[in-house]
């Protein structure tokens, strides 16, 4: 029976698509007998039921966290370096503190496009909260506490005497000057390892501004001073200038992602130096997007070293191997890859059975046939236009069919919406859900360290209201009692989180 | 009368010598750069000394997990297989630029420099793991290690023994990991690479430019994701150990790349999931933050230079000025301040239509600038903004240079290299990350291994060799 809907406003769409409307996944992930035979066909089927009953994801909240007893401030506002750093850790059972201003983290406040419609709501308060900080304030607890304040700092100080790693994401120096960075507390906590992640870096020419009404920078400033978003994107002799043929920025902060991820590396590098390595104490570590970033741009600024050549922008093609770009087929984009010799003559065999041209004009191309060879710019520009002439009569879904019976690594470019319904990806999963206490129904991506065999990576809860454990945390590490607590809220030193539980 | 207690010197709050007193007068700039005291790398203590790490590893994705654990001190083994070694030492940017070892003139022994950075602080041996010889070479070597990396199909290892199912029994310690496209489940076979992680999993979609502005899906510029997937992967390594230390059990890790690429696009996961709303492109703007985003000035900063990356492409500046009174600012400069009456909040200035109007406007002030002049005029305002920088002005940046994070080095096989991965991945204060080489020449340690580390007689190396083993 359908049901008459009238739209008068985006918010009335929204309830059409809604979880509530709309099943996830809709096609049920294929089961467990199924996927057996697909181990069977390259004769794996004991190792993989062995990988099964191992790493199987369901099974990772009945197994021990890695991280347990590991205690871990994080404080900084706007940027999600600390915050992923933060996650990393929590996600394998370290209790990461997140400490924000009474007020609250402003990016907690950030809606895609602005839009309030876009914000998850807390099912007690009807406090709203950006998806972005939701899905990184996993497994962590949320404290307020005001460090312009002289009490506030005190605080500060008792927690952190008592913690293993403080993940810092202010500007350079503010800590400093407020008498909490890392010179005063490494005095009242010799092991504590005191991570700071920026952008361009606390010290140095060019270290990070902020602006005169004191914005912050922040990502892609990272993306931009590595040189990522010059070299990302299509030259425009593909596509005009304007028109897709720019300098390209990465769709998410990557630059801090990538600053955070190394941060958490750093920080357990540290503290397994000083626990089980002979370090016995703690130290400071200083993690930047910009050059967590140009760290992993290749050779890019030694090719710049050995020859003065500035790496240009080449789309999705890849200059130093082919095939490895994706290609437009009938109903959207087709990812081929494949440098080796083995792999090379496996798509040539794949293509040239429906399109015999293939074969003549590619396999027995003499310059063809070496691995290095095959990089030259002709060359890339000869195969891919045979390619994509195979390609673009066919649907994604039968091109990875045929290049897959040739154990070709081979993929379609998919859209969020496809990614979540993807069979391998659901049968995983790799997006999963959770029902929150606060926020109910969120989907989050999964941490790609949920499948050890021992100690997993794992979601236990997603996003908390501002201050929601302000009063547990400071109770039991702050040395405060519930007096002192209620004369810091009368105060606004601290924010306490009070549920209306009548609203549920 | 209070009586004044005596407080022991160690407990009392404050500087305890000299040196402290005056690191704690110290402007703070100076006290980091003391205390990260770049350039002396060499003299600190390493935070992984004493772990030994098998990597039998390919391309970069494997080979950088791997690379972080030997900058950080790990003793690291990588394992090739014996002619055709690591497929990633045959590949260079358009076939250019190939790096030679000084004391190696064979015609066919360049390094492509696609596989650089990759295998920091490695030992090089070559075997065949096909040969049966290999499990016995590969069971000593794995009783006296603490972890194992590989990148084969998943099952590989497993017919060759080699897979933690038979590991687990010599070595209960040991951490063993696999990292590849896919891991288990119905597309358990599928090969993956960085621009498969990429497309698959969401990341390409969201970035680029909107169909709707002539725009496609757009691929980050190379292998970006392989590497920040294997670094992901050290982290869980990392783990692991802290936990083995305390219970002394190792581990098996199946990682995924391409799932990673889906962990780090944010709100695109809670946004689809609650309200199906499918995260789109959003060019070089930001979709949570305005003003936040990359424009395109009218003039080249290098209008003579031969060169097109200079000469047409340098001519993107990053301009940022969300908060009311920076965009009031901004506005002001450029002589719209219509636009900030018409959107002064900025809930109203980051919607879609909004912002297409601002970088018009951004645009159209910048046409007759070019973005050096575009960075100064905003700077010297007090506002944010930084060009779009390419290999040559990072390079001759003094930021960077100072920092140490960029540094010519003598790398002893191939060479003066200029450097810019190891330091730059974070500076720590007591055991920095250092690179002692960037790669050696295929087998290079075969010896130092296999005779001074397994004990083998150099009658059955010289045998392998002749077999083919080695």
């Not at chain 1, 605080?155 to 293993?164: H, M, P, Q, R, S």
């Not at chain 1, 100690?455 to 997603?462: G, L, N, Q, S, Y």
């Not at chain 1, 519930?482 to 004369?487: D, G, I, T, V």
């Amino acid at each position: 029976m359908a049901e008459e809907v009238r739209i008068k406003s985006r918010a009335d769409t929204m309830k059409l698509t809604s979880y509530e409307n709309r099943p996830w996944p809709v096609t049920p992930p294929p089961s467990r007998e199924e996927v057996m035979k697909a181990y069977e066909k390259r004769r794996a089927a004991e190792f993989g039921k062995w990988c099964e009953d191992n790493l199987w994801f369901y099974d990772s909240w009945n197994k021990p966290e890695a991280l347990r007893g590991v205690r871990v401030l994080e404080v900084g506002l706007w940027r999600l370096s600390h915050m992923f750093a933060g996650s990393i850790l929590a996600e394998f059972g370290a209790e990461v503190i997140k400490i924000e201003p009474p007020e609250g983290d402003p990016l907690r406040y950030l809606a895609p496009f602005g839009r309030d419609e876009y914000m998850f709501e807390d099912v007690y308060t009807g406090e709203k909260v950006s998806p972005e900080f939701l899905h990184e304030m996993r497994n962590k607890y949320s404290v307020t506490l005001d460090l312009e304040t002289e009490e506030g700092r005190e605080i500060y100080k008792k927690l952190a005497a008592t913690v293993d790693i403080i993940f810092e994401g202010y500007p350079p120096g503010y800590m400093d000057e407020l008498g909490i960075g890392y010179r005063q507390l490494s005095q009242i906590n010799p092991r504590l390892i005191y991570v700071w992640i920026g952008v361009l870096g606390q010290w140095g020419p060019w270290k990070d501004k902020v602006s005169k009404f004191g914005q912050w920078m922040l990502d892609p400033f990272g993306q931009v001073a590595s040189g990522f978003v010059a070299k990302t994107g299509y030259p425009p002799d593909l596509l005009d200038r304007g028109k897709g043929g720019d300098p390209t920025r990465s769709g998410s902060w990557i630059a801090d992602f990538t600053a955070g991820e190394q941060a958490a590396v750093n920080a357990l590098a540290a503290l397994y130096w000083r626990d089980y390595n002979g370090g016995n104490e703690g130290q400071f570590i200083e993690v930047t997007g910009s050059e967590a970033l140009f760290e992993i741009l290749d050779f890019d600024l030694s090719w710049y070293g050995f020859n003065e050549s500035i790496k240009a922008r080449t789309g999705s093609w890849d200059p130093c191997l082919n095939q490895y770009a994706w290609n437009p087929c009938k109903d959207g984009y087709m990812m081929i890859g494949g440098q080796t010799d083995r792999l090379w003559y496996r798509i040539n065999m794949c293509i040239e059975r429906d399109l015999p041209l293939f074969g003549r004009l590619i396999c027995e191309d003499p310059k063809l046939k070496e691995v290095a060879a095959r990089n030259a710019l002709d060359m890339l520009i000869k195969t891919y236009t045979l390619t994509t002439m195979w390609l673009r009569t066919q649907n994604r879904v039968e091109v990875e069919e045929k290049l897959l019976e040739y154990d070709i690594a081979a993929g379609p470019l998919l859209f969020p919406d496809e990614v979540a319904e993807y069979p391998h990806f659901v049968y995983r999963p790799w997006v999963h859900v959770i029902e929150d206490e606060h926020y109910g129904h969120v989907m989050y991506a999964v941490p790609p360290n949920a499948y050890h065999m021992r100690t997993p990576a794992r979601v236990k809860w997603i996003g908390r209201p501002l201050g929601k454990d302000t009063a547990e945390i400071l109770l039991k590490y702050a040395g405060i009692d519930q007096w002192k607590l209620r004369e810091l809220e009368e105060r606004g030193i601290v924010k306490i989180y009070r549920p209306n539980f009548e609203n549920k | 009368m209070e009586r004044i207690e005596r407080i022991p010197m160690e407990e009392q709050s404050g500087p305890r010598s000299r040196e402290e007193l005056e690191a704690n007068k110290m402007p703070y700039e100076e006290f980091c750069r003391k205390l990260f005291d770049v350039g002396n790398e060499f003299s600190k203590p390493q935070a992984l000394k004493g772990i030994r790490w098998l990597s039998c590893t390919m391309y970069i994705f494997t080979p950088h997990m791997v690379s972080n654990l030997a900058e950080l001190g790990a003793e690291v083994i990588k394992i090739e297989f014996p002619r055709l070694a690591d497929p990633m030492k045959h590949t260079s940017p358009f076939n250019e630029a190939y790096v030679y070892p000084l004391h190696d003139d064979r015609p066919l022994s360049g390094q492509g420099l696609g596989v650089i950075n990759a295998n920091v602080n490695k030992y090089f041996i070559t075997l065949d793991y096909h040969r049966p010889e290999a499990i016995e070479v590969m069971y000593r070597l794995v009783k006296m290690s603490d972890g194992l990396t590989e990148c084969y199909r998943p099952g590989t290892f497993d017919k060759w023994k080699i897979s933690y199912r038979y590991l687990m029994e010599i070595n209960p310690r040991f951490i063993y990991v696999w990292g590849g496209g896919f891991g288990y489940g119905p597309k358990v076979f599928g090969g993956s690479y960085d621009i498969l992680g990429q497309a698959h999993a969401g990341l390409a979609s969201i970035t680029g430019f909107h169909e709707d502005f002539g725009g496609f899906p757009v691929k980050h510029t190379n292998w970006v994701i392989d590497w920040y997937s294997g670094t992901l992967g050290t982290a869980g390594i990392l783990a692991a150990l802290y936990w083995r230390e305390k219970t002394g059990l190792g581990t098996m890790i199946e990682f995924s790349q391409v799932m990673c690429a889906a962990r780090c696009i944010g709100y695109t996961w809670p946004l689809y999931g609650k309200w199906g709303i499918v995260r789109q492109r959003w060019g070089n703007w930001d979709t949570l933050l305005c003003v936040h985003g990359i424009i395109c000035c009218g003039k080249s900063d290098y209008p003579d230079s031969k060169n097109p990356q200079l000469r047409d492409e340098a001519r993107y500046v990053m301009i940022s000025a969300f908060k009311d009174e920076d965009f009031k600012e901004l506005c002001k400069i450029i002589n719209r301040m219509d636009l900030y009456e018409k959107y002064q909040k900025h809930k109203d200035r980051v919607e879609a239509t909004a912002q297409i109007e601002i970088y018009n406007a951004l645009e159209e002030w910048a046409r007759d600038k070019s973005r050096s002049e575009v960075t100064k005029i905003l700077t010297e305002a007090g506002l944010l903004a930084m060009p779009v920088l390419n290999d040559k002005e990072i390079y001759e940046s003094p930021h960077f240079r100072a920092r140490g994070t960029i540094r010519w080095q003598a790398d002893p096989s191939y060479g003066d290299i200029l450097v810019h991965s190891t330091y730059s991945a974070g500076l720590l204060s007591k055991t920095p990350r250092r690179k002692y080489w960037d790669a050696r020449p295929v087998g290079a340690d075969n010896l130092r291994i296999y005779r001074e580390l397994l004990g083998y007689p150099m009658s059955t190396i010289k045998e392998w060799y002749a077999k083919g083993i080695i």
